[in-house]
């Protein structure tokens, strides 16, 4: 097997484009309160792989983050009214993905189901390639993520998601995990000290 730099993890997390919060994402979040639905419909197309990212990254199931993904969206239509700009929406929007996300994963535990599978016809994150060879690379890549993610504990698999993939802020990360910066920061370094030792075993 290729050996990958293990001290490099934002290299496994293609990074996306952040886009400002604007007035118009605010008129978006207003019109879904007075029940617009081509609002809400934007809505789902702006976000609706930011939410697919953090349930895929919780859940490890391509079906499952899929189920997940629409169940935030209908949560999202029935509460919005409770949103009240006191924080930014797609903060509270995470938080509702991470929520249902854990509720399924702990459903899940209950059962005693089997271990998860990976369904390794689908990369996680599309990713734009130049090359076969590069779209081999990733691919390789991807696998060694999700195996290597499928071993740490939710809260270490979670922070990491939200962090390195969706790039929010350790006081975004505050507001979604509930708890202090400290402890956000303390929960990163943990994850990421846990994630490197998985992907230097799995490249030994």
């Known amino acids: 097997m290729q050996a990958y730099s293990i001290f490099s993890i934002t ?38 792989t930011q939410v697919y990212n953090i349930a895929y990254g919780i859940l490890g199931s391509l079906e ?13 239509w029935e509460k919005i009214g409770q949103f009240r700009f006191k924080s930014k929406f797609s903060t509270w929007l995470y938080r509702i993905a991470k929520n249902l996300s854990l509720n399924e994963k702990s459903r899940r535990t209950r059962r005693k189901t089997d271990a998860v599978e990976i369904d390794d016809s689908q990369a996680w994150v599309p990713v ?54 400290g402890r956000v920061k303390s929960r990163l370094y943990e994850a990421r000290m846990q994630l490197r030792k998985i992907l230097k075993r799995e490249n030994q």
Do not use: W
């Open 64 to 76: 499952d983050a899929q189920d997940i993904t629409q169940d935030v969206f209908v949560s999202v």
């Open 11 to 48: 290299t496994f997390f293609p990074k996306k484009t952040l886009l400002p919060i604007d007035q118009y994402e605010i008129d978006l979040v207003k019109r879904c309160q007075n029940r617009d639905l081509k609002a809400m419909e934007e809505i789902v197309k702006k976000y609706e």
């Open 128 to 181: 734009d390639h130049q090359s076969p060879e590069d779209d081999i690379l990733a691919f390789e890549q991807q696998q060694i993520l999700h195996r290597a993610l499928e071993q740490l504990k939710e809260s270490h698999r979670t922070i990491l998601v939200l962090r390195e993939m969706e790039e929010l802020s350790y006081e975004d990360l505050s507001a979604v995990l509930g708890c202090s910066i």
